[in-house]
Each structure stands twice: as C-alpha cells, then as structure tokens.
C-alpha cells in the first residue's frame, strides 16, 4: 500500500472525513485529498502530525513497519461497516445507533491498543534486563 492508501484507510478507521483531519492538521481538505491519492507528500512535520493523531509510525507510512495492529484494524474496519449496514442492531434489548456503533469499535480499539503498548513496554524492560 502506498501511504495514501494507508493515510485514506487509517482516516476511515478514525471516523474522520477529510475536512476534520484537514482541520485538525492546520491543512486544507484539499490537501489531505492530495495526499490520500498520492500526488502530494506530507513534510516530516506535518507526518509526525499524522503519525500521532493516527497512532501509527513514521515508519508504517514509509513501508518498513505494518503499524501496530494492523490485522486487527483491518478487522474492526470491516465490523464497523457490517455494524453499519445492519437495518436493526441490538445490544441487551436496546436498539443501538451509529453513535453507539461507533463507541463499539472505538473501545475495541482502544483496548486492544492498551494491550499492545503494554506488551512493548514490557519487552523493553525484558530488553533492559
């Protein structure tokens, strides 16, 4: 994947269009677009920028890491979409709307981010040993 593909697949994964992240960058929608189909690259800055509002490295943008989770974002992205799509969706007899949807993932997410750090954290201190 070229790092459009990846900046276009980790904006959807946030639930953010390309006007919010632009916002958020200080960068018009534009932009963003320019990178997302590659016709533009963004400067370290403003890749750092990206790396830490998206929770990926520099290094997953630039094709030598797969990013952390990346098996499972790709997961939660296609669950969120079936969550979506379902006509009706309950949970413990209430019906659930795309607020909650997305509440759903993004814990899901969170938690198996927590997850990850903290098994990093641990082999550096197994490292330091």
Known sequence: MTL?????VLRRREG??????AAR??????AVGMYEQDRRRPTPERLAQL????GVSADYFLGKDYGPLHELDDILSRLHDELR?????MFC???LD???IEEITQAIRFGARLAFERR???RKDDNRK
């Open 85 to 89: 799509g379902a006509d009706t969706l």
């Open 16 to 21: 953010l269009s390309q006007a919010e992240l």
């Open 51 to 54: 790396c830490q509002l998206l």
């Open 25 to 30: 960058l200080g960068v018009s929608p534009s």
């Open 120 to 122: 990093r954290e641990k």
């Open 4 to 8: 459009g593909e990846k900046l276009k």
């Open 93 to 95: 007899g209430e019906t």
């Open 98 to 100: 795309e607020g909650d």
